[in-house]
């Protein structure tokens, strides 16, 4: 499966990247009933969403330089992970209950129920994650 298997801990490359990934607290986003769970969630913490086209050379250039992004003080971050194409619909939902526009690769940070920061393309490689811990 790719780079899905490659951001849920496949053995893949190296150990150093492995550490390195394993700093993103990857969580798949799969169902539209996790939108409420991630809503509530982020009355008490940051919440990121990461929207992922698997087709697009541009995303999975993002997704890895997006992974190095991570030090130790992000590990307890917690970052959903959306594949757009499998999951479109979850994607949709999540445009409307955020209102925030469509992008893909998109990074959208939630607290108290809104979306308080969003970055796509090259431009979610230059988010500062420390102001969100």
Request: aromatic share 10%; charged share 25%; net charge positive.
């Amino acid at each position: 499966m790719g780079i899905f298997n490659t951001i849920f801990g496949s053995k893949v490359g190296n150990s150093s990247k492995e550490d390195k990934k394993a700093l993103v607290n990857w969580i798949a986003l799969t169902t539209i009933e996790q939108l409420k769970e991630i809503k509530e969630q982020s009355k008490t913490e940051s919440i990121l969403i990461f929207k992922h086209s698997t087709r697009c050379g541009i995303s999975s250039m993002v997704i890895k330089r997006f992974e190095n992004l991570f030090q130790k003080e992000h590990q307890k971050l917690k970052v959903y992970y959306l594949d757009i194409l499998n999951y479109r619909n979850i994607s949709d939902e999540v445009g409307y209950k955020f209102q925030v526009l469509h992008q893909s690769p998109q990074l959208i940070v939630l607290k108290n129920g809104i979306s308080v920061y969003n970055a796509s393309h090259y431009d979610i490689t230059q988010t500062n994650l420390t102001r969100f811990i």
